[in-house]
């Protein structure tokens, strides 16, 4: 931890980066780039809506805007 960090939270960072580093592989990475829900599993996909989706303004869901 540098001299800035130790003087923002007021204590030195004394954790050995190798066990940071293998708890945090442990549970999906630093910064881990997917979504994961309250129980650490990754969330492949967003919650389904429980309403059915409403026209726009171009049309209904999944209309190309062709009319065919």
């Known amino acids: 931890m540098s ?3 130790e003087a923002a939270t007021g204590r030195p960072d ?4 190798r066990a940071t ?3 945090e592989e442990a549970h999906g990475g ?3 780039p997917g979504l994961v829900d309250d129980t650490g599993h990754p969330v492949t996909e967003p919650p389904a809506p429980d309403t059915a989706p ?3 303004a171009m049309g209904t869901p999944g209309e190309d805007g062709t009319g065919s």
Do not use: W
């Open 14 to 17: 004394d954790r050995d980066p």
């Open 3 to 5: 001299e800035r960090d």
């Open 54 to 56: 409403e026209p726009s």
């Open 21 to 23: 580093r293998e708890a």
């Open 30 to 32: 630093s910064m881990a």
